[in-house]
Nanobody
Framework: LQLVESGGGLVQPGGSLRLSCKGS????????LGWFRQAPGKERERISC????????NDADFFRGRFTISRDNAGNTGYLHLKNLQPEDTATYFC??????????????????WGQGTQVTVAS
């Protein structure tokens, strides 16, 4: 399985973006999918994960309400919808997966496969 993120860019404060995570080499429906971010000089932050079939999500409290995870297994793609972006949201955003048959995802476990990241910059 390989993952490629896209959809990042420069956005003004208060703006929105939709990040995509396209899988190849395997069907994403066998994998839980998560989103993370890392700003320069800071530790990686967990944002959210979604179960393999999309029936449940596990969101970090800090991001709940502004960032929403979703997935389209038919398109082998996961998404992270970002709204009301602020300069402190500037970071590289990564998607990652782990193989799972469970109906829930665990945001705090080790993820196995990572994408290369997409840069989000929030500035006026």
């Amino acid at each position: 399985l390989q993952l490629v993120e896209s959809g990042g860019g420069l956005v003004q404060p208060g703006g929105s973006l939709r990040l995509s995570c396209k899988g190849s080499g395997a069907s994403l429906e066998s994998y839980a999918l998560g989103w993370f971010r890392q700003a320069p000089g800071k530790e990686r932050e967990r944002i959210s994960c979604i179960s393999p079939l999309g029936g449940s999500t596990n969101d970090a409290d800090f991001f709940r309400g502004r960032f929403t995870i979703s997935r389209d297994n038919a398109g082998n793609t996961g998404y992270l919808h970002l709204k009301n972006l602020q300069p402190e949201d500037t970071a590289t955003y990564f998607c990652a997966t782990y193989w799972s048959v469970r109906t829930q995802c665990d945001l705090y476990r080790s993820f196995e496969t990572w994408g290369q990241g997409t840069q989000v910059t929030v500035a006026s």
